[in-house]
């Protein structure tokens, strides 16, 4: 979790408002992935970035290597928003594994 | 449909009994890996194969041992359960060379 450090650890959204998530790391991060943990349990794809940017619907995300962070951006929260989102690390030498945040929970309201 | 697929979804056992725990990938991918996720929520990797090789064993007790037959299958053994091993077990798979890597449901394994 020190190698990655995601902020904030938890947060309540109203329905139809936008927040962002952000990853730092002090590791040399090469590649950087975001999850979505629905409440089953299920890890879910939401973004594979080099650095640059890559948007999907209501949500962005930018990977920054030479400042070495990462943003996930939530535009129009929606209930089905809600779980831990993680996000997770490759450094180019370490073997193809990942290294992951300690997440952020988000809660949607009506 | 192409996916990971992890069985059983849930298992309670004893402390001192073996298990084993499967995981089949059919994205054909040459890259699979074992997680595991604890009661904090904290994911860590075990074990990385690359096609049917150990390419990566994190520091986990001898009693945890991966089992590869093919590329698409790696299951994972662990011998005499204790007590924190109580954890979500996640199975993954990679395409070869690339880190965006592709979750099974996992398997919540309790130790009582």
């Known amino acids: 979790g020190d190698k990655v450090k995601q902020s904030p650890s938890a947060l309540s959204l109203q329905e139809g408002t936008n927040s962002a998530l952000r990853c730092n790391f002090s590791?040399?991060?090469?590649?950087v992935q975001w999850f979505l943990q629905n409440p089953r349990g299920s890890l879910i794809n939401l973004f594979y970035?080099?650095?640059g940017t890559k948007e999907n619907g209501r949500l962005k995300s930018t990977f920054n290597s030479k400042e070495s962070y990462s943003t996930l951006h939530i535009r129009d929260a929606q209930l089905e928003d809600s779980g831990t989102y993680f996000c997770?690390?490759?450094?180019?030498?370490?073997?193809?594994?990942?290294?992951f945040g300690t997440g952020t929970s988000l809660l949607v309201d009506p | 449909e192409t996916a990971v697929f992890q069985t059983p979804n849930y298992h309670v056992t004893q402390v001192g009994n073996e298990v084993s725990f499967n995981c089949k990938q059919t994205?054909?991918?040459?890259?699979m890996y074992w997680y595991k996720q604890d009661s904090k929520k904290l994911l860590k990797i075990m074990f990385s194969?690359?096609?049917?090789?150990?390419?990566v064993n994190e520091t986990v007790p001898r009693r945890f041992s991966p089992q590869s037959s093919d590329k698409a299958h790696l299951n994972l053994r662990i011998k005499s359960v204790e007590p924190e091993d109580s954890a979500v077990y996640l199975c993954?798979?990679?395409?070869?060379?690339?880190?965006?890597?592709?979750f099974g449901k996992g398997t919540r394994l309790t130790v009582v």
């Open positions: 970035l080099v650095p």
């Open positions: 994205l054909g991918h040459d890259t």
């Open positions: 590791i040399a991060a090469t590649t």
């Open positions: 194969y690359n096609n049917k090789q150990l390419i």
């Open positions: 997770a690390a490759e450094a180019g030498n370490m073997g193809y594994k990942l290294t």
């Open positions: 993954a798979s990679a395409k070869i060379g690339t880190t965006e890597v592709f």
